[in-house]
């Protein structure tokens, strides 16, 4: 069982900065591929960015790549989300979930909300 809470939202104006947290409780956190989704209002939940268990890997979405930066601390049992030159369009629901190497179960956290005023 793994249980997650993201912190760190709130409002900001375009082309400012923001970091977002995941905070993990539950064992083997460096077992964990832990990922950020974002939630429009009205729109699908997307794919925003991965770390892999170690943290030598990483992936994003096009929409954020070179913009955003995910990084974990598997000592602190955390993984960061920094955000940067933020858009209106990245206005959303901010998620993060995790899924254990070699599991199909996922686990999501309650979600912060990040706003970007043009």
């Known amino acids: 069982q793994m249980q997650l809470e993201e912190s760190g939202g709130g409002l900001v104006q375009a082309g400012g900065s923001l970091r977002l947290s995941c905070a993990a409780s539950?064992?083997?956190?460096?077992?964990?591929?832990i990922s950020w989704f974002r939630q429009a209002p009205g729109k699908e939940r997307e794919f925003v960015a991965t770390?892999?268990?170690?943290?030598?890997?990483?992936q994003y979405a096009d929409s954020v790549k070179g913009r955003f930066t995910i990084s974990r601390d598997n000592a602190k049992r955390a993984v960061d989300l920094q955000m940067s030159s933020l858009k209106p369009e990245d206005t959303a629901v901010y998620f993060c979930?995790?899924?254990?190497?070699?599991?199909?179960?996922?686990?999501w956290g309650q979600g912060t909300q990040v706003t970007v005023s043009s």
């Open positions: 979930k995790a899924r254990r190497l070699g599991s199909t179960t996922d686990y």
């Open positions: 539950g064992r083997a956190f460096s077992s964990y591929v």
């Open positions: 770390v892999s268990a170690s943290g030598a890997n990483t």
